[in-house]
């Protein structure tokens, strides 16, 4: 029989304070569960600016600890009223100087499930993240939800094939990749690699990414926010460049053995030959 999963991902621009960031992304989750949504992915550090286009200590206020600190706890209790499984990319202090880019995943009864740690993290002109992000140490988890199996992989992780597989192998049905990436650097890229990985790994993916300039810097965040099947094909419409918008799809489930009992890829890899990739 066909399971259908209607999801949701959410692209805003920046209010100018945490608080009202907070709140904006309260009301998706409200708009999402009104839609029907079982599932809500918001976008990359999702209750603040993008900060990294700057390199400023200041900035380090805006993480806390997962789940201890009263963001994963206010959002527990707001799962478990609207029976939604929500997806959490936040700045995350393990301890003082100890800072990740985190997704923590919290299931539809609000129970936390875990958190994955971006594990790629760049340094380049208007993405100073080395100065605020250890590299991830979590491995690719795969959370056992309300909704099935859901994976997390964070914006420049994208450009890695290693942590996408690791995700499939895994067993995730839906990937989310929560993302702040700027019109004329990556644009090229953002509707080719999730649904080439997509093909890949045989498993639904949600693209997120946010709109708008912010004042910290000249990055132009382009959304067009998407879901794309195992046949690399967007669910639906791809959202607007330009203004914040929640997008909710019905994903068929079916279509994941529908694929890979045409395909294969996961009986016919060859895992003893990969070896001296990893010795580069």
Known sequence: MSRVIRAAVFQTAWTGDKESMIQV??????????????????????????????????????????????????????????????????????????LYNTAAVIDADGSYLGKYRKTHIPQVRGFWEKFYFRPGNSGWPVFDTAVGKVGVYI?????????????????????????????????????????????????????INRVGIEEYGDNDFYGTSYFVDPEAQFVGEVASDKEPELVVRDLDMAKLREVRDRWQFYRDRAPATYGPLTDL
């Open 25 to 98: 992304h309260e009301q998706a989750a409200r708009d999402a569960a009104a839609q029907g949504a079982q599932v809500l992915c918001f976008q990359e550090l999702f209750y603040g600016p993008y900060f990294c286009q700057v390199q400023d200590p200041a900035f380090y206020e805006y993480a806390e600890q997962i789940p201890e600190g009263p963001i994963v706890r206010r959002f527990q209790a707001l799962a478990k009223e609207l029976g939604l499984v929500l997806v959490l990319p936040m700045y995350e202090e393990e301890q003082p100087g100890v």
């Open 155 to 207: 914006c420049y992780d994208r450009h890695f094939p290693e942590g996408w597989r690791a995700l499939g192998l895994a067993g995730a049905e839906i990937v989310f990749n929560p993302s702040a990436t700027s019109r004329g650097l990556s644009g090229y890229l953002w509707q080719l690699e999730q649904p080439a990985a997509a093909v890949a790994n045989e498993y639904f993916i949600g693209a």
